[in-house]
T-cell receptor, first 115, second 111 residues
Framework: GAVVSQHPSWVICKSGTSVKIECRSLDFQATTMFWYRQFPKQSLMLMATSNEGSKATYEQGVEKDKFLINHASLTLSTLTVTSAHPEDSSFYIC???????????FGQGTRLTVV | QKEVEQNSGPLSVPEGAIASLNCTYSDRGSQSFFWYRQYSGKSPELIMSIYSNGDKEDGRFTAQLNKASQYVSLLIRDSQPSDSATYLCAVVNSGTYKYIFGTGTRLKVLA
């Protein structure tokens, strides 16, 4: 399978600060990347879909000004959680696919704790 | 009706038995179907993809697809305790191309 690397794997930040999470496809070009969050014992919740070179499409209820997504190249997408608060603490996971209807591969996930 | 439905489990099977995991979906136009395994505290890992009706085998895993019945299943032969995890069914929406995940079935393989 293809490799998707997500960094950092965990981060602790103070309330009010911003955190950037990187998602890289290491051995393929990802035309589409997806960002999810997952709370303990709950299912994946899609936050946004990003296509290389265009603006991300956010799911209903996800604040685009709070969760900034950039997909600047075919191998890199970033999620920035701005002005983080304790309720933003969660497991954030990216996935990447070569194109529509193809397999999507997940990064290792980033566990964010806001204190 | 949810777009992708799975029984949450837990499904308990003895070591060496066959585990059968099921998934139904609502989008008749979907063309791509996937099974992921997620261990507690980890991200999902792709196990199988299936695009055509019938069976697809890979090692101990067999995926089965029936588009007429809108049904996907995953069989795990010779189940091992290390197979204990949550199994997620994913279906690509034919209109948005988003991956729609079921809530997952928790599998426990008893040693």
């Amino acid at each position: 399978g293809a490799v998707v690397s997500q960094h950092p794997s965990w981060v602790i930040c103070k309330s009010g600060t911003s955190v950037k999470i990187e998602c890289r496809s290491l051995d393929f070009q990802a035309t589409t990347m997806f960002w999810y969050r997952q709370f303990p014992k709950q299912s994946l919740m899609l936050m946004a879909t990003s296509n290389e070179g265009s603006k991300a499409t956010y799911e209903q209820g996800v604040e685009k000004d709070k969760f900034l997504i950039n997909h600047a190249s075919l191998t890199l997408s970033t999620l920035t959680v701005t002005s983080a608060h304790p309720e933003d603490s969660s497991f954030y996971i990216c996935s990447a696919s070569r194109g529509q209807n193809t397999e999507a591969f997940f990064g290792q996930g980033t566990r964010l704790t806001v204190v | 009706q949810k777009e992708v439905e799975q029984n949450s489990g837990p499904l308990s099977v003895p070591e060496g038995a066959i585990a059968s995991l099921n998934c139904t979906y609502s989008d008749r136009g979907s063309q791509s179907f996937f099974w992921y395994r997620q261990y507690s505290g980890k991200s999902p890992e792709l196990i199988m993809s299936i695009y055509s009706n019938g069976d697809k085998e890979d090692g101990r895993f067999t995926a089965q697809l029936n588009k007429a019945s809108q049904y996907v299943s995953l069989l795990i032969r010779d189940s091992q305790p290390s197979d204990s995890a949550t199994y997620l069914c994913a279906v690509v929406n034919s209109g948005t191309y988003k991956y729609i995940f079921g809530t997952g079935t928790r599998l426990k393989v008893l040693a």
